[in-house]
């Protein structure tokens, strides 16, 4: 088993987040009172006029990216990259309207650069939103014959009372995880450490692209409009993106899906790991790829509307009077 942790791996998510707390005192927002939601969010939030808001977002797909050039497959890459913005969309309410993308590759490779927006349409279809724009550059210097780097942003659209906000979130309501295809697209600078380049078919399930929520995300508001209070993308950090969704309430995950029930690619990685499981749970999404908070008293509902529609979920923990803080009490893997 494997001692090295995400840090050791090369990154270091505590800086990060600490940087973003700095870019928060950097950043002016508030001369701008249309700015509803700024930095730090999953999404900013900008308020058109008084009937109308607009959601943007942008993203990578991190070092996700050097197993596809390894094993040249690309196609998933580009659903990754629709993935990761709009998934983020989702979390402040709003319905996707459109997308583009930016290349970046040491020199430009029309077969992949062609399997990638091909991804992006697909993600784009999934996601019913439009395709409608990017760059792309080549950049030798800069990145190497086969190499590229990709960033995704997205808009949408959402009216004042779809906005989510912690105005109707009360101690007791109930947390629900969506079930993840994998890992999706972080924690790759330490998965590419704990897989060999012989082991094809885990580096192959390893590529999965990141799951798209939008359409069990849709039908639920439809089904539970004043019970789906908040959302939260499992992205990197793992369980501690749920706090983003109020720093009124702590969090505590008092269940969690067993390595039987996640995606079978879990288990065999998880197994090489070393180190305490709240760091795997910082780590990597475990399994769930977005967590809801909704009314104590629709929770078992929401969970029977969501197996009807074949969507793998749990029931992972509640909310309380509180500053931010997450709580792991009594997960068992």
Not at 81 to 87: E, H, K, P, R
Not at 169 to 189: K, Q, R
Not at 248 to 277: C, G
């Amino acid at each position: 088993m494997s001692k090295i942790d995400y840090k050791e791996a090369g990154v270091d998510v505590t800086k990060a987040d600490a940087f973003v707390e700095r870019i928060k005192n950097l950043v002016p927002t508030t001369f701008n009172e249309q700015v509803l939601q700024g930095i730090g969010g999953f999404a900013a939030v900008y308020k058109l006029n008084e009937e109308k808001y607009l959601a943007s977002c942008t993203d990578g797909v991190g070092t996700k990216l050097k197993l596809a050039q390894k094993l040249d497959k690309h196609h998933g890459i580009g659903i990754d990259l629709v993935a990761m913005c709009v998934n983020d969309l989702l979390c402040v309410g709003a319905r996707p309207l459109f997308f583009l993308d930016y290349m970046a590759f040491g020199k430009l490779d029309t077969r992949v650069s062609e399997e990638l927006i091909a991804g992006m349409v697909d993600g784009c279809r999934q996601s019913g939103m439009a395709l409608i724009g990017g760059e792309t550059a080549e950049m030798p210097g800069v990145y190497q014959d086969g190499e590229y780097d990709l960033a995704g942003f997205s808009v949408g659209e959402l009216t004042p009372a779809e906005m989510f906000t912690d105005k109707h979130m009360e101690s007791g309501d109930v947390l629900i995880g969506l079930a993840s295809s994998g890992f999706h697209s972080n924690g790759y600078s330490l998965l590419r450490k704990l897989v060999r380049d012989d082991e094809t078919d885990l580096l192959h399930q390893l590529l999965v692209p990141t799951k798209i929520y939008v359409e069990i995300f849709t039908q639920l508001r439809r089904a539970f409009p004043a019970e789906l209070l908040a959302a939260a993308h499992m992205t990197g950090g793992g369980v501690d993106n749920i706090p983003r969704m109020s720093e009124k309430f702590n969090y505590k995950i008092t269940s969690w899906p067993s390595l039987e029930e996640v995606a079978p690619v879990f288990k065999p990685i998880l197994q090489r790991v070393d180190i305490p499981q709240e760091e795997l749970f910082r780590t990597f999404n475990m399994g769930v790829g977005l967590t809801l908070l909704v009314k104590r008293s629709k929770a078992n509902e929401i969970l029977d509307f969501l197996a009807q529609k074949n969507v793998k979920a749990w029931r992972i923990g509640e909310i309380e009077n509180g500053s931010g803080e997450i709580e792991l009490t009594g997960v068992r893997l």
